[in-house]
């Protein structure tokens, strides 16, 4: 409950906002305009608590957090918002007094989707931590025009939609150009001297100018409110004739063009470099902005620029923002006048760097060619930040060519982010321990040899506030009606409903919060898919970004494996299943795309098969994002996390599965690892090879998958399914890609380089010990809630006081009101 809160207030001010925003009364207005008004509305009531946290941080001259990051996936923000100024209960009323129904109006605001997945929900969940826990902080990142797409699914295809999330407007956004900053692309460097001191000029350039956008990003109940910072571009000056008349025609066009290009849309690329030169420029855009602004910001009250980083963290997400370095470099050099030693130690002290992943194709690779047209100077700056960088290397392994060549930063031709990401931060932490340890003795082995003092772990986390207290109400009602609702500031709390998981009417209650969860989903794909699925059922759901190598396909593998079975047998014992898929493949990922379809087709097939009695049921849940993911994870029984060990770097939505008291069926990759370890080997499905076995075979050349297709009828009659028509019988080629990408057709060709047919029986055993498990009502409510009461660990404002401890150094500060 809210104190201060005044519900007549907040009624007097949604009523007024219909009317001055539509004019319109109240019962005029459509659902759009009464989530229009309530969110003005609770912008209001937030507004003096964002000045006043900005005052605090001003007057206390703290030192501030800058998570630079290409992606913020933050999903809709009224409830969120609702929630954290601890007004939910009072807001409900005011709506339903006025004659709205607040779910309703919630579902209105589109979600803000300026990311691709884990990645950018990673970043949207530390920003609520930060605030939470009360520590000064931006998020700084683009204002995509169109964000992730919409997907749709047409004929069992996924279609890309533009996601027109700013169509109505963005109700919580505040435009500031009074902090407008230029950015400059392309030109040449000219060295001009100046008594007898060279300075590198750009010349011949285009301007873009970045005009910030600021979110508040409130934290709960504390009255600290942070900023997500997002900049749009414009162009300098709009087309004129005067540049016409000065002959700078196309010129002015260019730049118009560059700034309408720049924010347009966000690459739908998870785990994959693509190499497009408008990807560089968004990087530089909002990088270049973010920093001059830091910049400015610190020397309105600073004199001594050599102590920037006593005041101000740069937390790189992943590679994408590592043009900060040299951005920093040519800032504190050219125009602060730093020399460049000076400038090196202010920057190597400003900088920490996340890495998310060990897929060789999402490793950023700039050709030299396009780096250095794009960003002249800045590319003149990498070359120095490298030359220097080897003489270390040589001056500590003397001779020794290979590792000269193989750290090398500009290398064949391409300047390699990642290794100028390590050379010049001071932090370089993985995502979870085992994927940390990973990166320190293979991917990173020769970084982690030369500077192992920069390398740590930081084990991600996610925000209990919105993935149980606003997604699962009934659940976060019932764990506070058991033990009080510290947990909600302070998961580790959450271990006090240990004690519950023996209690037979615990398990009850229990069982039937996740019963009316499940109707509730159960609710969401009638409408949407026009299925009808069985809440008895077990909800046994994958819902994540399409890679291969988190092994979609190695599920409806089994899925068509034990429909098989069940054609054979239909008396066969089994429990009914619902299998839930969601998952957006990248728009150039065909393989990703033909899974979809294999999925969809498999589901035709299955869902309209009345010979097998509704055991089994497939659903394909279109456009999964962070609303309806709310509703899937605390309906969820079986949490499927099944990539190739050594793959996932930690995951995120397994752990919001343990949460809302889902099961994990999983490998032991990433974060799942300590998960197992929270929980308990024996509450979690664990199966499949370890990523050593996984590493192993891989510098070794791969295994045989003909041997399994040759010696395993039931995995060859799955197969051969994929080519004979069995589910398109109009085109039984359709899925030949997919039977070829497991089946070394060609010997010279890799096959199943994630290791589908070798875990497959090890994957189908976990499904049959769940099977047996889920027949044991009171085994499985209990294993429920002890993975909901082990869940502690894993919040992020764990996550985030532990990057405070290790890496930021930053003081908690309190707001009073
Ligand atoms: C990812 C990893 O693949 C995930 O395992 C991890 O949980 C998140 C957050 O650390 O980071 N790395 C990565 O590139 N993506 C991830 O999800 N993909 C995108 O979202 C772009
Ligand atoms: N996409 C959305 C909408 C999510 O909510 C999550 C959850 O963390 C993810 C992607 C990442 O899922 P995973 O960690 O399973 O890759």
């Known amino acids: 409950m809210n104190k201060g809160f005044d519900k007549a207030t907040f009624k007097r001010s949604v009523i007024d906002n219909v009317k001055n925003m539509f004019r319109r009364t109240i019962d005029e207005a459509t659902p759009q305009q009464v989530f229009q008004a309530v969110a003005f509305a609770v912008k209001d009531v937030i507004i003096d608590e964002w000045i006043a946290s900005h005052k605090e941080y001003e007057k206390k001259d703290v030192k501030t957090v800058y998570y630079l990051s290409m992606e913020f996936l933050m999903g809709r923000a009224l409830g969120n918002n609702i929630i954290n100024i601890c007004a939910h209960d009072e807001i409900k009323e005011v709506l339903d007094e006025l004659g709205f129904d607040l779910n309703m109006i919630e579902d209105q605001e589109p979600d803000a989707a300026l990311g691709n997945g884990g990645l950018g929900r990673l970043a949207a969940c530390f920003l609520d931590s930060l605030a939470t826990l009360g520590y000064p902080a931006y998020g700084c990142g683009i204002r995509y025009r169109y964000g992730m797409f919409k997907q749709k699914i047409e004929n069992g295809y996924q279609i890309e939609v533009p996601d027109e999330w700013l169509k109505d407007g963005n109700p919580f956004e505040i435009r500031r150009p009074e902090y407008a900053q230029e950015v400059k692309f392309g030109g040449y460097v000219r060295i001009e001297n100046v008594g007898g001191v060279n300075h590198f000029v750009q010349d011949g350039y285009q301007t873009v100018r970045a005009v910030p956008y600021d979110l508040p990003v409130i934290g709960y109940g504390n009255n600290v409110v942070n900023t997500l910072r997002i900049w749009d571009a414009e162009p300098v000056n709009t087309f004129n004739l005067d540049s016409f008349d000065r002959g700078d025609y196309q010129k002015a066009v260019e730049q118009e063009n560059l700034a309408k290009t720049i924010v347009e849309v966000l690459y739908p690329n998870d785990n994959h470099y693509a190499g497009k030169e408008l990807r560089l420029k968004q990087q530089y855009f909002f990088i270049s902005a973010s920093v001059q602004r830091a910049i400015t910001k610190y020397k309105e009250k600073h004199e001594d620029i050599r102590k920037f980083h006593e005041k101000v963290v740069f937390q790189l997400n992943d590679t994408h923002p590592t043009v900060a370095i040299p951005e920093l470099m040519r800032i504190l050099l050219d125009e602060e006048g730093l020399t460049w030693e000076e400038a090196w130690d202010v920057t190597t002290r400003t900088c920490a760097y996340t890495n998310h992943t060990i897929m060789s194709e999402a490793l950023e690779k700039w050709p030299i060619e396009l780096f250095s047209r794009l960003l002249p100077r800045i590319y003149q700056i990498v070359e120095e930040i490298n030359r220097r960088f080897q003489n270390q290397i040589q001056s500590m392994y003397p001779g020794n060519q290979d ?245 996932e770097a930690s995951g995120t939505g397994n752990m919001k599965f343990m949460l809302n008291g889902a099961l994990t069926l999983g490998t032991m990759d990433g974060a799942n690892v300590e998960i197992v370890e929270e929980v308990g080997q024996e509450y979690a499905f664990i199966f499949g090879m370890s990523s050593d076995e996984v590493i192993n075979y891989e510098n070794n050349g791969g295994y045989y998958p003909m041997d399994i297709f040759n010696n395993d009828q039931e995995i060859r009659r799955v ?78 404002d764990r996550t985030i006081e532990e990057y405070v401890r290790d890496i930021w150094h930053l003081e908690k500060v309190t707001v009073e009101m």
């Open 403 to 647: 590792k000269l060549r193989s750290m090398s930063i500009i290398y064949d031709g391409q300047v390699k982010m990642a290794y100028m990401a390590i050379a010049a931060s001071f932090s370089v932490n993985g995502v979870a321990r085992l994927h940390t340890e990973i990166l320190k003795n293979q991917e990173l082995k020769d970084f982690y040899q030369m500077m192992p003092e920069k390398f740590n772990n930081k084990t991600n986390g996610i925000t209990q506030r919105r993935f149980l207290l606003h997604g699962n109400p009934l659940l976060a009602d019932w764990v506070t009606s058991k033990i009080g609702d510290e947990w909600i500031t302070d998961l580790p709390h959450i271990k006090k409903l240990e004690i519950y998981a023996d209690d037979e009417k615990c398990q009850q209650e229990f069982l039937n919060i996740k019963y009316q969860n499940k109707i509730r989903l159960a609710k969401y794909i009638k409408e949407h898919n026009g299925i009808d699925v069985d809440p008895r059922s077990i909800f046994d759901v994958q819902v994540k970004r399409l890679h291969e190598y988190k092994r979609q396909l190695m599920n409806i593998l089994h899925v068509m494996y034990l429909y098989n079975q069940l054609k054979d047998n239909p008396e066969m014992d089994m429990v009914p299943r619902t299998f839930i898929f969601g998952a957006k493949a990248a728009a150039g990922y065909k393989r990703a795309k033909l899974t979809i379809k294999l999925i969809n087709s498999v589901a035709d097939v299955i869902n309209n098969d009345k010979s097998i009695g509704g055991k089994i049921k497939v659903v394909f849940i279109e456009n999964y994002r962070v609303s309806n993911a709310e509703l899937i994870f605390a309906a969820a029984d079986v949490s499927e996390q099944i990539s190739t060990a050594s793959k």
């Open 719 to 796: 197969l051969m399914q994929l080519i004979n028509g069995y589910y398109a019988p109009d085109n039984p080629e359709l899925f030949r890609d997919i039977y070829n990408s497991l089946l070394n057709t060609k010997s010279s060709d890799k096959a199943d380089t994630y290791f589908i047919l070798k875990d497959f029986r090890s994957y189908a055993q976990a499904h049959e010990r769940v099977d047996q498990a889920f027949r044991n009502e009171k085994w499985w409510a209990k294993a429920a809630i002890l993975n909901i009461s082990g869940s502690g660990k894993f919040t992020s």
